[in-house]
Every structure is written in C-alpha cells, then in structure tokens.
C-alpha cells in the first residue's frame, strides 16, 4: 500500500470505487506512514488514530450500500491546528491552548465529514498562525521532505509538509498573508487561497478576520477543486459568508487563446533569480498555449505589506484578547490579583513573535498612533484594490513567483523581526484585496528546491484559477 | 519615528515585560514600526470595508446551548458551575474591614 500512497484524490475516489483497495487499509497505511515519518518530518501536532480508523471503516459501509456518493468519501485529510475540531485537541500551536479541546466543529470540518472524509490529525503551525515557516511554533518543528534542513514555510507548514511527505492526501490550511500558498511553493504543491468570504472562518481560530482565509493544499489542480466544491458555500454561521454557489469543474481543455495574462512587475522584480526564471519559463508556456502575456505595474505592493502587518496586527491584538487564562487555556500559576492572572497567563502561554505582534497591533490602535498606522493603512488597502482593477482591465489574470526565494534554511537566526516578513511581498497584495489565488508548483531550482508560480485572479473566480492551473500543470490532467 | 510607551502599550495589551526582554522587545518594536512607517504619508483616510456583507439579523430563535459540564471541563478552575478566578474584591473587602471609606 505504502507505493500507493503519492497519488492524486481523484486516483485513490476511482480506485476505491473499482474496490482495489478500501478506505480502511488507505487509512491504515497513511498512519503507518505517519508513525515512520513523522518523528522526522513534524507535520502533526495530534494524530487521531482511533477516529480515522472507524471513520473509515463508516466509510466503506457507505461505499459498500452503493448509490451515489461525494469523490471524497473514505480520503484521508490532515487539518491545520487553528481549525477546530470536537472532542480533538486543537492547540493553534500555542501554550497557551496546549491541552484545549473544542466542544465543537470548524464549518469546513463538518462539511468534509459529511462528504466522508478521513480525519487523520492536526497538523502543525505558526503560533496562532503568526509566521512565514512553522519555526514560531511552540509545540515542534516541521521540516520540508523536499529538503529536511529547510523550514516548509509557513505558517501551514504541518499542512504542506503533510501532504508532501505523502502522510495525508490533501490538507486544510489557513491563508491571512500567504500561508497556504507560501508553503505550498516551498514543499512542491498546489495551494488555493480562495477569495474572501467565500468558505466559512466559523471554527477557524481568528488571527485577523477581515484577511484569514480557509486554503486548500492538494497534490494537483483537480483535486483542490473538488474540495473547494465541499467546503465553499454559505454559512449562517459565518456573517461574512458569502451566498454565492458556485461549481469548480474542470473540463480539462487546455486551450488558453484570448486569455490576458499580466506578469507582476514590481513582484517579479523582488524574487530571486531562479524564481525569477521559472516566472519566465511560465509565461512563455501560456504564450504556447494561446495566450498574450503582458507586463503590468502594482506599485503599491511595497505599502501593501507594511499595511498587512499593521492591519494583521490591529486585528490580532482584539481577537487574541479573549486568551486570558480565565475560561479556557493556559492560566498562570503565580497571581496575587485577576490583572496578574490575566497579564502572567497571556505572557507565560504566547510566545515572542505573537507578543510582538500583539504589541504592534495595540500601538496601532491607540490614541495619538491610530491616524498614522491603522488609518493609513485602510487606505492603502484601498489603494491596492484599485490597482488590481485598474490590472483586470486589461488583463483576465496576473501572475507572479508566490515567494521571492525558495525554502530557507530551518533555524536561521535573525535579529531583525521583519527581515521574514519581506517573504510576504508576492502574497500580501492579492490577500488585503481579498481576491484569490492560486500557487502552482511549476519549477525547481538548481537544487531541486521547488519553485511556486502564483496566479490571482479577480474575486470569486476560482474556477479561471483552476482552468489556467490545470493547463499549465500537468499533475493537474490526473 | 514617534517616540512610544512600551509600558503603556504593554498595559493596554495586557502583557507583562520582564526586565531581561525590554531591551529586545524595545528594538523589535522600532524596526516593525520602521515597516509601518513605509506607508506613504500624502494619504487621504478611507474607511476599510469588508465586501460581500449583508447586515442581515436572524430570527429570535432559542437554540440548546453547549452543555455548561463541557465548557467547564475547559476551565482552568471551577467549582460547583462557576469558573474560580483569583479575588477581585479582596482590597476592598478588607478596606471596609477596617473602618475605610470604600
């Protein structure tokens, strides 16, 4: 079983469908291969062993009554650890939520089990998803299987390097910046950013609730696009749900005439030289396949990432006020007031990069700073978002590198907090637009270190991103 | 760059800073507001909308709640259905103990 464990969604649904294997035995094996793996590679914080296995065995009964059933029923799915999960611990990657188990189910949890799907586990993260490679977590650290000396990005790394590492056949993940593409480019996937609002944040952890987004991490095109089709949708418990109902076929043609591309130039300019490459060798692969490539200019995208961090922050700083060591999570031992339960719990539970960024976030709000920073920064997202209206005029999708470097070495040491946030810079502008996007593996460089091609395309196009994805990705003809 | 109170925003913040991360935490400060500040400043404000949100209320419908056993098994401290935090009235407690004007 263990060889089988590499292919596509859609392989193992037509292979279980032809009985050649059940889903119990798919779901044995990926545990056996988490059991071998992971103590190496750390992409799950809690693996559910007990669960997976009867939710397959439910799984196979389904399929053995016969009728009709979702391509999903019996597939095995890693959950990154900000998604809630009931009666499974579900840590945010944090101390201060170490040992918090939800009463409840993230919406898009629910929806993948009432498709039949396989929970294996949770995997691991930045710290209240805070971060660009999984390091800030404070549970363990993932390493990426393209490169085990490279971080696996973040802060989806658990959720790349899951699925990469074949411990999980695709993976939820969360993007507010970039982290779901980001690790996706730099562990070798494909990694949806969808627009916002249009899959429920109900479950999800809330980093900034105006930016986070529910990403799907898949070996391939196709596969992402069914499991967008079953966790997209209103929610009525999500107020910013959209009502939209939208399907995600792929008809396979991979004929691109009269499509308009335009190459990012200010993006493409900040990536390096291979990624840079690979940028090129993409371009002139839609030019083979039809379509015109144009240069177009985004030149707000420098504010656009000191306005995602203020933003990000503002908004960090009022959804992680609720961590207080009084109803749930961490509490602090030594108190002699509720002011020092409350300031010892937060600061003995978070570790320095949520702290810092909760400090950002709180000056940008107060009196005599929130004109300068928070303000400010609304209007630049403003300003982005007529910048890519102005770019989708001319053009029917942008494309971009989705980071400017590939992985970088686990551990390095930085003294300056925002030297990692400069990865963002490809990421960052489509995410305070709200519009979605897609990372495609289409590349390597020198060292055979993948290389992910970003394309965005305008709000609640999805199916374009998949339709030029599937084109220009191979993997996703399986 | 502004000068800040990294004390009053800890406050605000509801964080406490030990002596041996101030220095740090004061340097990380200035260079993420060094990013901030990279914001162009001939900028007029703009409200920041979220798109696609209906103001929408639902109906007055009484749902069952989570059982209270489950959310207390999450608290930290509890007793008999409450949640047990620290004193909040002590001082003032034993103030009026003493004769003083609450």
């Known amino acids: 079983m263990k060889e089988l464990l590499g292919r596509s969604l859609c392989e193992h649904a037509v292979s279980l469908d032809k009985k050649e294997y059940s889903s119990l035995e798919l779901t044995r094996a990926f545990l056996e291969n988490i059991e071998e793996s992971d103590r190496e590679i750390g992409a799950y914080i809690t693996v559910c062993a007990e669960k997976a296995v009867s939710d397959a065995k439910r799984a196979d009964s389904i399929r053995k009554e016969g009728g009709e059933h979702s391509a999903l029923l019996g597939i095995p799915f890693a959950a990154k650890d900000n998604l809630c999960t009931k009666n499974i611990r579900t840590t945010a990657a944090s101390r201060m939520l170490e040992n918090y188990i939800p009463p409840y189910d993230a919406t898009v949890i629910s929806r993948l089990y009432s498709h039949g799907a396989v929970l294996l586990g949770k995997t691991n993260m930045d710290e209240f998803a805070m971060g660009s490679s999984t390091e800030s977590s404070a549970l363990r650290t993932t390493k990426n299987p393209a490169d085990t000396s490279r971080v696996a990005g973040g802060s989806s790394g658990g959720s790349a390097a899951a699925v990469a590492a074949n411990e999980a056949v695709f993976s939820l993940g969360s993007d507010t910046g970039g982290s779901v593409r980001q690790p996706a480019a730099f562990c070798g996937l494909v990694g949806l950013c969808p627009t916002y609002s249009r899959v429920s944040r109900y479950g999800l952890i809330a980093f900034a609730s105006s930016l986070d987004r529910v990403g799907i991490i898949t070996k391939n095109v196709r596969d992402n696009a069914l499991v967008l089709g079953a966790i997209s949708g209103h929610d009525e418990l999500d107020a910013t749900s959209n009502e939209r109902r939208d399907s995600f076929d792929i008809d396979g043609q991979s004929d691109l005439r009269g499509l308009r591309v335009g190459i990012i130039r200010e993006l493409l300019s900040a990536a390096d030289e291979s990624v840079r490459g690979c940028i090129i060798d993409s371009a002139e692969r839609l030019k083979a396949l039809g379509a015109t490539v144009t240069e177009v200019s985004l030149p707000s995208s420098d504010e656009a990432l000191s306005a995602y961090y203020v933003i990000s922050s503002a908004e960090a700083s009022a959804n992680l006020a609720r961590f207080d060591g009084v109803r749930y999570g961490l509490r602090a031992e030594d108190r002699n007031s509720v002011d020092e339960l409350i300031c010892r719990s937060r600061s003995e539970g978070f570790g320095d990069e949520v702290k810092r960024r909760i400090m950002l976030g709180t000056l940008a709000l107060s009196k005599g700073f929130v004109q300068q920073y928070y303000k400010r920064a609304c209007a630049v997202v403003q300003t982005v978002k007529r910048g890519f209206s102005e770019s989708f005029e001319i053009c029917d999708i942008l494309l971009s590198p989705t980071a400017p470097t590939v992985a970088f070495p686990l551990g390095e040491e930085r003294n300056d907090p925002t030297e990692i946030y400069a990865s963002d810079i490809c990421t960052v502008p489509s995410s305070i637009a709200g519009l979605p996007a897609i990372s495609l593996p289409l590349g390597e460089d020198a060292y055979g270190l993948p290389i992910g091609v970003q394309l965005i395309a305008p709000e609640f196009c999805e199916s374009l991103l998949y339709k030029v994805g599937a084109a220009l990705y191979d993997g996703g003809a399986k | ?102």
């Open chain 2, 1 to 102: 760059m502004k000068e800040f109170d990294i004390d009053g925003i800890a406050s605000l913040a509801h964080l406490e800073i030990q002596p041996d991360e101030r220095e740090r935490l004061v340097r990380d400060m200035e260079r993420m507001i060094a990013l901030a500040d990279r914001m162009k400043s001939e900028r007029r404000e703009q409200k920041h909308e979220i798109t696609h949100v209906s103001a929408d209320l639902r109906e007055d419908d009484i749902l069952p709640p989570i059982d209270r056993d489950i959310l207390l098994s999450q608290a930290p401290e509890s007793e008999n259905g409450y949640i047990s935090v620290t004193r909040v009235l002590k001082e003032e407690i034993e103030r009026k103990e003493i004769g003083e004007t609450v």
